[in-house]
């Protein structure tokens, strides 16, 4: 193990990158007047903000501890989660985003209230407040929590979690989601810079020859495609789980689409999202890799998720360790503020705009900033309850197998099949989830059962599809004008794409999609 210990210009790099960070933050946000430019940044954001804000959104600092941690436990088949998500972006970019759009939503829920009815809008956004200040929050401290407290040991827990709460939080409560985008470009790309440095000077010492890969990671380790009773990731599971965790993330989270509905035009918005989409191929480089290789450098780590700062601390210079850690801080912030925000959007636009009652922009705004402090302050008192059991932590994908499933059902359902009514939606949420989250609680917790949560996630998926088709028939249609804007429809597609036969090729969305497919199916195929 090296020794976790910063320089003294280490901990100022640190100091000024972070000050940085939350001066640029609050500099980008000052012309912030409304709620509207609050939470969606004027809708002006062009697609390299819009990607690169999908991408730190996502992928936090959490993510890249557990990356590499991953590749270092139990080989590439972790990566499968990546390309994954880089097809459903596809999908997303391609047939759902321009609905989302024309509909001129602010929130996720909203949508489900215009093709359904005001229910599903009011449970699905409840439902993304709890989880997200109970989850999402509680996983990005808990990565913050183990990273710095790899650096000053001695200082208590309940410290480090109010310092990246405050160091989050102080920028998204003063210059809102414009602020938040901005940062996370920053920090995007200067952590894929990082990860990219790491990786070439770890390779180095491996004189970059690239059989050493299967070597370190023999047999199933350096395979895709694992079998279906493999207790990580099987292969069937990938079609049964995977993707449809993929649907919820990218398509039903609100807390991620936030950052596609404030692109300045339909262009910019599918431009980011297949850019976002592009991003998540290198991973398997940038982090999974690097994993593989420590499992030499380091073979008996503890503790996997340690494989990456590990390797930082072992190789990186004074001054660089410093930009990394701070970059890796800055992106653990990330997690917590993209959360803040989301979940003050949902209070305010689906249970404050939707009351009788009329308020202006100056107290919405000002509503909004006090949301995001008390979001706060419950998210760094709920984060040592989540974080002395361990297990819910490791659960976080699982849970969120069992339980999302309706939503993404209803979602999916209400896009592409208009025959879907509302009390069907509203009931497959209200009677599916609860039934998911007892199947989470048997199943991983109590250990009843020993079904795979990636083959539960399938299970969920088609009894929420049947329940919402069942009771959809034994209703009347929805009228199909009231629709028509929520909806896919053959004839808008034959209409754009007229329009598209003006543009040049690298502006054609579809274009750029159909290279990211085939790009994607080249760098998959040979690791199956």
């Known amino acids: 193990m090296p020794e976790f210990e910063l320089a003294t210009i280490d901990l100022v790099i640190i100091g000024v990158y972070v000050l940085g960070i939350i ?36 992928f936090s600092g959490t993510q890249f501890l557990g990356l590499a941690g991953a590749g270092y436990d139990t080989g590439i088949a972790v990566w499968n989660y990546e390309w994954m998500a880089t097809l459903v972006l596809i999908v997303f970019a391609v047939l759902i985003l321009p609905i989302y759009l024309q509909s001129k939503i602010s929130t996720v829920p909203e949508f489900l209230e215009k093709r359904y009815d005001r229910r599903s809008r009011y449970a699905f956004s409840g439902f993304t407040v709890v989880t997200g200040m109970l989850i999402d929050s509680a996983g990005g401290m808990f990565a913050g929590a183990l990273v710095l407290n790899l650096l000053f040991p001695n200082v208590p827990l309940m410290v480090h979690i109010v310092i990246i709460a405050l160091l989050g939080g102080v920028y998204v409560i003063l210059g809102g989601l414009k602020a938040v985008m901005i940062t996370d470009t920053i920090q995007g790309i200067l952590l894929f810079l990082a990860a990219g440095v790491i990786f070439v000077i770890v390779f180095a010492q491996f004189d970059f020859n690239w059989s050493v890969f299967p070597e370190l990671a023999p047999g199933d380790d350096f395979s895709l495609a694992r079998p279906a009773d493999d207790d990580f990731l099987p292969a069937p599971g990938i079609l049964t789980g995977a993707v449809f965790l993929g649907f919820y993330v990218w398509i039903s ?34 982090l999974v890799f690097p994993g593989i290789l420590a499992r030499d450098v380091f073979p008996d780590l503890d503790n996997p998720d340690l494989a990456w700062p590990s390797l930082i601390f072992e190789y990186l210079p004074v001054g660089l360790r410093g930009l990394v850690v701070a970059a890796l801080i800055a992106a653990l912030m990330s997690t917590l503020d993209s959360v803040l925000n989301g979940a003050a959007s949902l209070v305010v636009n689906d249970f404050v705009k939707t009351r009788d009652k009329e308020y202006s922009e100056k107290t919405l705004l000002r509503l909004s900033r006090v949301l995001v402090g008390v979001l706060m302050v419950i998210a760094v008192l709920w984060a040592p309850v989540i974080l002395s059991f361990d297990t819910l932590v490791e659960y976080f994908q699982s849970f969120l197998g069992y339980v999302t499933m309706p939503f993404v059902v209803v979602l999916l359902g209400g896009i592409f099949w208009k025959r879907a009514t509302a009390s069907a939606a509203f009931w497959t ?7 998911g989250a007892a199947g989470f609680v048997s199943g991983e917790m109590l250990e009843l059962h020993g079904v795979h949560f990636l083959y539960a996630t399938g299970i969920m998926v088609v009894a929420s599809a049947a329940v919402l088709t069942a009771v959809s028939l034994r209703q009347p249609a929805p009228d199909p004008a009231a629709i028509a804007e929520v909806t896919f429809d053959r004839r808008t597609w034959r209409a754009e794409s007229t329009e598209l036969r003006e543009k040049p090729w690298y502006l054609n969305y579809r274009w750029l999609a159909l290279g990211l497919l085939v790009l994607t199916v080249a760098v998959v195929v040979p690791f199956v």
């Open 253 to 286: 989270n609100h807390v991620v689409v936030q950052r596609v509905l404030a692109a300045k035009n339909l262009d910019h918005g599918r431009w980011g999202a297949l850019f976002a989409g592009l991003m998540q191929l290198p991973l398997l480089v940038l």
């Open 429 to 435: 949420m209200v009677v599916m989830t609860p039934l």
């Open 23 to 58: 001066a640029i933050g609050y500099w980008a946000g000052r012309s912030t007047t409304t709620s509207g430019d609050y939470f969606l940044a004027g809708r002006g954001m062009v697609w390299p903000l819009v990607g690169f804000s999908l991408i730190v959104t996502n």
